[in-house]
């Protein structure tokens, strides 16, 4: 199994920065996508930023050129940096990261338990 842990979400005000991080770990054989997805209250859960082994990283429209996605594979950890945060950026993120494991060599998804951004003045 791969466990995730999630840290550095919390209060910022309108313009502010944040940096979200996810460590992985377990039997982890091999990571190939990481990224971070946001679900706001009423709101279905949305892409905000993927990366791959190879360092090809996507972005949701609504962040790009604000936030950053990055990994460092030795450490299996992905990090999301997110500056000129916005009141409408408010939502609980999740780490996803597939990943295949000693056990069970077929990747498949794994997701943190999410932590809570709030935008807000």
């Known amino acids: 199994q791969v466990q995730l842990v999630e840290s550095g979400g919390g209060l910022v005000q309108p313009g502010g920065s944040l940096r979200l991080s996810c460590a992985a770990s377990g039997s982890i054989f091999s990571i190939n996508s990481m990224g971070w997805y946001r679900q706001a209250p009423g709101k279905q859960r949305e892409l905000v930023a993927t990366i791959n082994r190879g360092g090809i990283t996507n972005y949701a429209d609504s962040v790009k050129g604000r936030f950053t996605i990055s990994r460092d594979n030795g450490k299996n950890t992905v990090y999301l940096q997110m500056n000129s945060l916005k009141p409408e950026d408010t939502a609980v993120y999740y780490c996803?990261?597939?990943?295949?494991?000693?056990?069970?060599?077929?990747?498949?998804?794994?997701w943190g338990e999410g932590t809570l951004v709030t935008v807000s003045s």
């Open positions: 996803n990261v597939e990943a295949s494991t000693y056990t069970i060599l077929k990747s498949k998804d794994y």
